[in-house]
């Protein structure tokens, strides 16, 4: 069975940078569609961005496009979101999932579904 398991939250600064790394076993990653999630305090959970299975096809939120950036090393069996240029309304619990059940991320991150296998998650928070 697929196990993800995320890490790399933390406390930054406004302005300042984290990359969280999310860990994936149980398979090759790239048999995996891949997504990040975001949920705030007292907040629904949304989608951040997501990066496909083999053709490794990338799509991010208008909120933190141009801001994050999804990679994945195969070797290492991980996915990273990198974020820059953090803004106190990127903190949240952040998840990794597998993506199972749609046929795209701009799907998927958009209209939130498809989502399989969770990670815990891992707290970002973006304070002074």
């Known amino acids: 069975q697929v196990q993800l398991v995320e890490s790399g939250g933390g406390l930054v600064q406004p302005g300042g940078s984290l990359r969280l790394s999310c860990v994936v076993s149980g398979g090759p990653l790239n048999y995996y569609a891949i997504g990040w999630f975001r949920q705030a305090p007292g907040g629904q959970r949304e989608g951040v961005s997501c990066?496909?299975?083999?053709?490794?096809?990338?799509y991010y939120s208008d909120s933190v496009k141009g801001r994050f950036t999804i990679s994945r090393d195969v070797a290492r069996n991980t996915v990273y979101l990198q974020m820059n240029s953090l803004l106190s309304e990127d903190t949240a619990v952040y998840y990794c999932a597998t993506i199972r059940y749609s046929d795209s991320c701009q799907k998927t991150i958009t209209y939130y579904y498809g989502m399989d296998v969770w990670g815990r998650g891992t707290q970002v928070t973006v304070s002074q």
């Open positions: 990066l496909w299975r083999s053709d490794g096809a990338t």
